[in-house]
């Protein structure tokens, strides 16, 4: 009997409730205050760390609380309270309205331990004598002046050696753990799953569109814990809590008022917390970031974030199916960071954020890929599809190219999810895997080859080009043309080159990963001498060497046309060429080698042909010098696209046809 009151005056049915000590009766009622009591006592904090910010630095504009103060029942001469803070000569803070703060504080904290008394919770008298003796260390302040370093000291959650080792926010935190055990204990009603007690009938069509989205994608959890949820109607405002995971710091609480809804999410990763917004963007959802707190409390990370997103719905139906939408996006927040670190070795930090989008977007998610192994399972399939081991460091995408890693964790992302909903068995999943990589990875000698033939259309640009070069090196205005076409040569041979790196960067993830680089090395030989030539022959026009000591050399340049074409059409059809491929394509390949080779000789004859005229003319030294290495250039690019050829024509014989 004669019980102090707390935070406010009791209704009469309270008091005489209170006084037959039925407090069974009254527990509800407590709870339900206690709850409002937390969100209050949050905003005060965030009201006194706001204006501790502003009077140390007053050119920051204060972050605006009042809609949020409201809501919790703080009254409007809160509003500005924090603009009008500032710092005095002696450290104290000065704010409008602290003597009425601290009195709030301590009534909301003495509200949040009523319950907890009530239900005789194992927690409540720890958490009563802790509260105690916080509320001695707080000392009045009469003229609004709070004493310096007591702010930090109430709202302070990490222990420092040099403070005590409770705090009044510590308390806080405790004892919402503790109350939100209770409001589980005292669900009394499963509806659609969520467990509710004290709804109102309005609130269950709220309840079940919400519940609607979970089921709808809860099996993409497979057997983790997660995503219980539990609804109460409090003041004006039905509230909805879901678990979400085990991570201490992960939360999501919805209030729904009216036509609003606002979600509060706290979460440890900031990545997560942008990736979660990033499901609402097809939606009116406005975001506002309520800061970053750091407790030594939680199992896991100490610091975490909370952010609050607002929807204003334009009816009922829209409420009720953003609520949908909102429970089906809240399995792809599990284990996500998981996930995304799993990728690490596959995928740019980029195209892993985006991967793990495209899940949630498509209701695939992430869970199957590591409930089948996750990173394992993916370096298992690498293992069984690529002989050749990448390298220490080297990521899946600097082998397979980023579009196909790319598209290739899209496909175990769905087959894993599917695979695993559907019953069959998980060999047969890693077995699909395995050959799906095994698949991309064969595809590479065409894609070599592809990129092998823009080599080779190069060489036959640079072959012809000399060829007219040499033709029209004693017409009228030909000096600007040979300076045109060495140019040209030049920007040419720059791109032969970016190719030749390419292919030897995705020649990596092959089999015999030098072949491919040589392969292009004897080619771009072809290139470097006919680049070569074309800058000897600017200086034809000066010389004027007669016509018929170039008639050998024009013999020569126009095999070297006939042989570049004919390279133009072996990669082309050996990009054809697969064990079991067409007949057609595997004896196009061969006659084209045939017929470069057959070339080979016949430069060979030609190039004797410009020595032995060479020999015997009465040209001048520089000449002679000229024509002879111009000759030089021309043979050594048909030596190498023979080189070339024999090569191809080897790798495919004894790797491509064999594999």
Known sequence: MGRAQTAGTMPAKSVILDELREPALLLPQRLERALASNDRVKLVFSLLQSAEQHADHPEETPQNLAAEQRAAGLDADFDEAAARSRREPDGALYLPGATRL????????????????????????????????????????????????????????????????????????????????????????????????????????????????????????????????????????????????????????????????????TDVHAQRIAFFKSLFTALAVHWSDAGTYRSEQLREEPEYRLSIGRFEAQDRGALERYLTFLGSRIVFLIDWNRARKQLRPFARKEDALRLLKWAADENVGHRGFLQLGGERLVNEAIEFAQPTPLRAGESLHETLGDEATNEYLQFVFRETTTGLLQGRSERFIRDEIKAELARRFRSVHASLLAIALGHAERVFDLAYAVRDGLLAYAEPGAAPLLER???????????????????????????????????????????????????????????????????????????????????????????????????????????????????????????????????????????????????????????????????????????????
């Open 102 to 265: 601290r009195e709030l504080l301590l009534g909301d904290v003495r509200a949040m331990l009523e319950p907890l008394a009530l239900a005789h919770t194992a927690e409540a008298e720890e958490l009563a004598q802790r509260a105690q003796a916080l509320e001695r260390g707080v000392p009045e302040f009469p003229t609004d002046h709070i004493p310096p370093g007591l702010t930090d000291a109430l709202t302070r959650i990490a222990h420092r050696p040099d403070s005590p080792a409770d705090s009044v926010h510590r308390l806080v935190m405790d004892t919402h753990r503790a109350l939100n055990a209770l409001q589980e204990s005292l669900a009394v009603e499963s509806l659609e799953g969520a467990r509710v007690w004290r709804i109102e009938e309005p609130d269950r069509a709220l309840v079940r569109a919400f519940m609607l989205g979970v089921h709808q994608t809860a099996a993409l959890k497979f057997d983790h814990p997660g995503l219980a949820t539990t609804a109460t109607h409090t003041g004006a405002r039905l509230v909805i809590q879901n678990d979400i995971g085990t991570t201490d710091a992960h939360v999501l609480v919805v209030h729904v008022e009216g036509l609003t809804a606002s979600l509060t999410y």
């Open 485 to 659: 076409t060495a140019r040209r040569a030049r920007t040419w041979e720059q791109e032969s080159d970016a190719i030749v790196s390419r292919v030897r960067a995705l020649a990596r993830r092959t089999s015999n990963p030098a072949v491919y680089g040589e392969i292009l090395h004897d080619a771009d030989e072809a290139a470097d001498g006919l680049e070569e030539a074309a800058f000897l022959m600017t200086h034809l026009s000066r010389l004027a060497p007669p016509a018929k000591l170039m008639e050998p050399l024009q013999t020569l340049a126009e095999l070297l046309v006939a042989g570049a074409q004919e390279g133009v059409k072996m990669f082309e059809a050996a990009s054809h060429v697969t064990r079991g491929g067409e007949r057609e394509d595997l004896q196009d390949f061969f006659a084209a080698v045939d017929r470069i080779i057959a070339i080979e000789h016949r430069t060979d004859t030609a190039e004797r042909a410009v020595t032995s005229t060479l020999l015997w003319s009465e040209a001048d030294a520089r000449t002679l010098h000229l024509l002879a290495r111009l000759t030089q250039s021309l043979e050594g690019a048909a030596d190498g696209l023979a080189l070339g050829a024999l090569k191809l024509r080897d790798h495919l014989l004894n790797e491509v046809m064999r594999s």
